[in-house]
């Protein structure tokens, strides 16, 4: 009888660990993935933006963030005062100043939900107006 009680809370345990680790969404288990920007990731523009935003698929944390905008030649051209929106912690953005036609780099580094680093970046172009 006391094997038979053992074998079973073997059985469960083993079940409960695979609905726990491979049944569970991996959404939750995932890290933020940049899901939004302003201006548009890979995108051409004629009139220079105010700010650059960039929306995650989870909020992110407040602490360690940075978001940088540099030209073509390397070189920072934002205002260095990054944000985070109070009301969606998922949104980070920065000033920057009017910009001339240039292709423009933006690096961002996150902090997710679950503690992990997360870092990336995307281009974006202003043209000359017509």
Same mark, same amino acid.
């Given at each position: 009888?006391?094997?038979?009680?053992?074998?079973?809370?073997?059985n469960?345990?083993?079940c409960?660990?695979f609905?726990?680790?491979?049944?569970? /969404? #991996?959404?939750?288990?995932?890290?933020?993935?940049?899901?939004? =920007?302003? /201006?548009e990731?890979?995108?051409?523009?004629?009139? =220079? !933006?105010?700010?650059?935003?960039?929306?995650?698929?989870?909020?992110? &944390?407040?602490a360690?963030?940075?978001l940088?905008?540099?030209?073509?030649?390397?070189? &920072?051209?934002?205002?260095?005062?990054? #944000?985070? #929106?109070?009301?969606? !912690?998922?949104?980070?953005?920065? =000033?920057? /100043?009017?910009? !001339? /036609?240039?292709?423009?780099?933006?690096r961002?580094?996150?902090?997710s939900?679950?503690?992990h680093?997360?870092?990336?970046?995307?281009d974006?172009?202003?043209?000359?107006?017509?």
């Open positions: 009888m006391a094997r038979c009680s053992i074998f079973f809370s073997m469960l345990l083993i409960l660990f609905i726990t680790f491979l049944i569970l /969404p #991996e959404a939750a288990l995932a890290h933020a993935v940049m899901v939004k =920007s302003v /201006p990731k890979d995108s051409t523009i004629t009139t =220079s !933006p105010k700010q650059v935003d960039v929306w995650f698929n989870e909020h992110v &944390r407040s360690f963030k940075s940088a905008v540099m030209n073509s030649a390397g070189k &920072r051209v934002d205002n260095k005062d990054i #944000e985070q #929106e109070v009301l969606d !912690p998922s949104h980070i953005y920065i =000033s920057i /100043p009017q910009l !001339p /036609p240039d292709t423009y780099t933006v961002y580094r996150v902090i939900a679950d503690t680093a997360v870092s990336g970046k995307f974006f172009t202003v043209a000359e107006s017509d």
